[in-house]
């Protein structure tokens, strides 16, 4: 099992999920581009680059499309957060599921 995997995924969709839920209360207003914006940075000052705005975008995008993690988790130990954001642009969350299975039975952890 692959804690380093399941801890970073689980973290990014923490991350993104409080952003959306508490900080811009699930809305798309004009003033959360700049409030995204600003967590990013300070993110990034206070724990590094795997904050910039655009890998917060997906941590939100992540826990928007699996907004129940427990539907993930057993992917976690498996996956990357590379490949869960490969995830992201499939349509349904049939695709997203046969993709994350099909990955996770071609890999083999080290």
Known sequence: ????????????????????????????????????????????????RNFSLRN????????EQFPDFSEIQPFCTKLSWSHCVELLPLKTKEAKFFYANLVCSQRTII
Do not use: P
Request: aromatic content about 12%; hydrophobic content about 40%.
């Open 1 to 48: 099992m692959n804690y380093a995997n399941y801890s970073l995924i689980r973290l990014f969709w923490q991350i993104g999920q409080r952003i959306n839920s508490e900080i811009l209360n699930q809305e798309r207003a004009a003033y959360g581009k700049q409030i995204v914006s600003t967590v990013s940075t300070q993110l990034t000052e206070r724990f590094g």
């Open 56 to 63: 917060v975008r997906r941590m939100m995008q992540f826990s």
